[in-house]
């Protein structure tokens, strides 16, 4: 973790592995909601990007489904 504001913001580098992405979660509070922006960095270059390309989709993809089970989770009734 590189950043952290209790409730507005949370942002994130990776250390380890063969693609190391940097990762921000922002919120922001709105009438009955929040809005969440996630944003990622997973520079990729010459033959990271020709074999990991697919592989750092998959995990950004699964970020966002991570949001949305967050979102879906948090809005149901208790």
């Given at each position: 973790m590189t950043a952290y504001e209790?409730?507005?913001h949370l942002a994130f580098r990776?250390?380890?592995g063969p693609v190391r992405p940097r990762g921000d979660h922002?919120?922001?509070s709105t009438d009955n909601s929040t809005e969440v922006t996630f944003?990622?960095?997973?520079p990729l270059t010459g033959l990271k990007k020709?074999?990991?390309g697919n592989a750092v989709?998959?995990?950004m993809d699964a970020?966002?489904?991570c949001l949305d089970?967050?979102?879906s989770v948090l809005e149901s009734p208790s």
């Open positions: 209790p409730d507005t990776t250390i380890a922002t919120f922001h944003t990622v960095d997973a020709l074999f990991m989709q998959k995990t970020e966002v489904a089970r967050a979102k």
